[in-house]
T-cell receptor, first 119, second 116 residues
């Protein structure tokens, strides 16, 4: 079974600064996907970024980037130029690679990190 | 606009009652999921369905039941057997038809269930 651990229950950052959220996971799988989801106060889950384990290059999406260390089973999220709208709970999640054309994929979530961006 | 709708947004239940949470999607997605969110525990999978008339238990299925009679709909019933049902419930869906989205789950806005 897979486990995902987010060791920082809460983080805070000043507007325009950079913050890094940590995530570690445990799996015996070699092919999988990792995700960061954002849940703002509205509670709507939004995909921020995803990483495919077979790709060595770290994923980036505008101000969001990851540091994927496969051997260390670490997957941190860096938010640059933080904005007030980044205030949310952030979840790290794991999904095994699926084969056979099925569209099902079980997500295993970490406990979440509450990020507050201060003006 | 395509998306996932959940209703109601807030639901109150007396102990011993069954309640049904609605989840509808017009994204033409094949798979649908129900997650439960508790403080400090992230999201946990209750049930999932890959196709119509088929569904599987997730990690915490006890006390819950589902049906998938239509592709668009995946209602969740919280039965009186669920010992601690107060939580936030999220429905999600995914598809394999678009390779770019093949591993992304799209979430609804959620239902907050409170047992009185």
């Amino acid at each position: 079974a897979q486990t995902v651990t987010q060791s920082q229950p809460e983080m805070s950052v000043q507007e325009a600064e950079t913050v890094t959220l940590s995530c570690t996971y445990d799996t015996s799988e070699s092919n999988y996907y990792l995700f960061w989801y954002k849940q703002p106060p509205s509670r709507q889950m939004i995909l921020v970024i995803r990483q495919e384990a077979y790709k060595q290059q770290n994923a980036t999406e505008n101000r969001f980037s990851v540091n994927f260390q496969k051997a260390a089973k670490s997957f941190s999220l860096k938010i640059s130029d933080s904005q007030l709208g980044d205030t949310a709970m952030y979840f790290c999640a794991f999904m095994k690679h699926r084969s056979g054309g099925t569209s099902y994929g079980k997500l295993t979530f970490g406990q979440g990190t509450i990020l507050t961006v201060h003006p | 606009d395509g998306g996932i709708t959940q209703s109601p947004k807030y639901l109150f239940r007396k102990e011993g009652q069954n309640v049904t949470l609605s989840c509808e999607q017009n994204l033409n997605h094949d798979a649908m999921y129900w997650y439960r969110q508790d403080p400090g525990q992230g999201l946990r999978l209750i049930y999932y369905s890959q196709i119509v008339n088929d569904f599987q238990k997730g990690d915490i299925a006890e006390g819950y039941s589902v049906s998938r009679e239509k592709k668009e709909s995946f209602p969740l019933t919280v039965t009186s057997a669920q010992k601690n049902p107060t939580a936030f419930y999220l429905c999600a869906s995914s598809t394999r038809r678009d390779r770019r989205l093949a591993y992304e789950q799209f979430f609804g806005p959620g239902t907050r269930l409170t047992v009185l």
